[in-house]
């Protein structure tokens, strides 16, 4: 959409005055910006013509013809064994500092190009075409600058739409996970998270396309299942020294798992620090995901890119077939 010159709405100011007495214009009914950051109808919101038409034919280069064939391949001088020893500094190891994933994706990625879709709207998730040595892929990646990248209700509806587009579309789906978990909140489960959460997972499940999963932090939960962990299919798993794979954090575990301890102690405090040391020294040390076979490996930061560049090669030639059937029954 472009600003000041396109809107969308289904019942016009006049007629949303006249049955509600609501006053509005109508790019503050359903402008571009609207659209794009509130309601999510628009995927992209441009200032003018031009720059609009542009975007489209940049967007179309990265798509194929039709659903039997697979997207262009563009050759690049971007290097496949690049390395990215930046990673250390752009990733704090500690799972409560926050960083943007989106310069994450500019280092990966050929030349640092990408085309980030719903780009406004639900910003906790970040969803976006990219090439990876001349391949397209598409990137799906929680965004801890924003609400600490957790998935609510819209993220999940974000991330979901996007996985199915690039399963239509034959484009390989690569997905970095740095996910605390689901929103908590009665607004969120009133408005049907598990339902909408859903949708991702049904995505995910239902995607033939090669699909890649790379665990740079945390993962967490129900959110780690949902954002295409090995359990639901993931083809390769990797994961960085930092990850830790578990139901919920240190601190909240070690409260829950210890509470008759740490509330029979002498020293409750000193207690329940002692339990979340063990927790963390036990079952979420760097390479415990990898002992009991949740990823296929724990690679270095720096050669990212290389490992999945060399996973997406392997995987190039994968045909998955999915039950016969009229359509899916997805959660609505």
Known sequence: MVRETSQMFITGPDVVKAVTGEEITQN?????????????????????????????RYLLSMLPQNNRENPPVTPTDDTPDRRSDVFLDLVP????????????????????????????????????????DGQ???????QPQALAGVLDIEASEKAARF??????????IVTLLDVPGFLPGVDQEHGGIIRHGAKLLYAYCNATVPRISLILRK???????????????ADLTYA???????????????????????ADADDSEAMR??????????????YYAAERGLVDDVIDPAETREVLIRSLAMLRTKHADLPS????????
């Open 28 to 56: 503050g009914l359903g402008g571009a910006d609207v659209h794009a950051e509130t309601s999510g109808v628009a995927h992209f919101a441009y200032d003018d013509e031009e720059t609009c038409i542009a975007e489209v």
């Open 93 to 132: 190891a500690d799972g409560s500092r926050p960083y943007d994933m989106a310069k994450v994706i500019e280092e990966l990625v050929d030349d640092g190009d990408y085309l980030e879709v719903h780009e406004r709207w639900a910003r906790n998730i970040i969803c976006a075409l990219a090439r990876l």
């Open 136 to 142: 397209v892929v598409g990137i799906v990646a929680n």
């Open 163 to 172: 996985v199915q587009m690039c399963d239509a579309f034959n484009i390989p």
């Open 219 to 233: 993962a967490y939960g129900g959110a780690y299942i949902v954002m295409d962990s090995q359990s639901i299919g």
């Open 240 to 262: 960085w020294p930092t990850n830790e794979i578990a139901v919920m954090g240190a601190e909240g575990a070690a409260n829950v798992i210890f509470r008759r301890q740490i």
């Open 273 to 286: 620090v002692r339990m979340v040391k063990e927790y963390k020294s036990e079952l979420m040390h760097p």
């Open 325 to 332: 059937r009229k359509h899916g029954n997805p959660p609505q």
